[in-house]
């Protein structure tokens, strides 16, 4: 195995050993709630003037696709809609009140996993994180180039959606 296969493969079980210690108890606390639901509540909590287009790009996901899952959150009453009184064409979403609490249990949960995580990051020398950093950053600028190279197709494939 090469050093280009060695890196995809261990940041593939890092993220598949993250995934499995954090499922079960995102599963018991989160019940009723689907992944990408939780994601979008979360990245409404953490946006303001978070819309539909704004959502299927960070999630390279389709806007019919973030349009079934706001659909169920508005349903759901986790979120709400609004226009902005500068632009009544876009429509914008915030957190109700319930929302507000299925977003502070997801974050409550990840701070409790990057607290369990902690020592390992204490132990890196500020040096060595730079350089991880720049790595990932890097090698997401080139992800990003390709996604566009190849076109809109890629983020539009219904396999693709989550």
Not at 68 to 74: F, G, S
Request: hydrophobic fraction near 30%; aromatic fraction near 10%.
């Amino acid at each position: 195995m090469n050093k280009e296969e060695q890196v995809e493969t261990s940041f593939r079980n890092l993220l598949n050993k993250k995934y499995l210690l954090e499922k079960f108890k995102m599963e018991d606390n989160l019940k009723g709630y689907k992944h990408s639901e939780i994601h979008c509540i979360t990245y409404i909590g953490r946006n303001s003037d978070s819309n539909v287009t704004k959502l299927a790009e960070s999630f390279y996901m389709t806007r019919g696709a973030i349009s079934k899952i706001t659909k169920k959150l508005l349903i759901k009453g986790l979120i709400e809609c609004y226009q902005n009184p500068n632009n009544k064409k876009e429509i914008y979403f915030k957190l109700t009140d319930q929302g507000h609490v299925v977003y502070k249990i997801h974050e409550e949960l990840h701070k409790e996993f990057q607290e369990r995580d902690k020592t390992v990051f204490e132990q890196i020398p500020k040096e060595e994180f730079d350089i991880i950093l720049s790595f990932v950053e890097q090698y997401n600028r080139h992800l990003d180039e390709e996604i566009k190279k190849q076109g809109v197709d890629i983020i539009n494939r219904n396999d693709f959606e989550r």
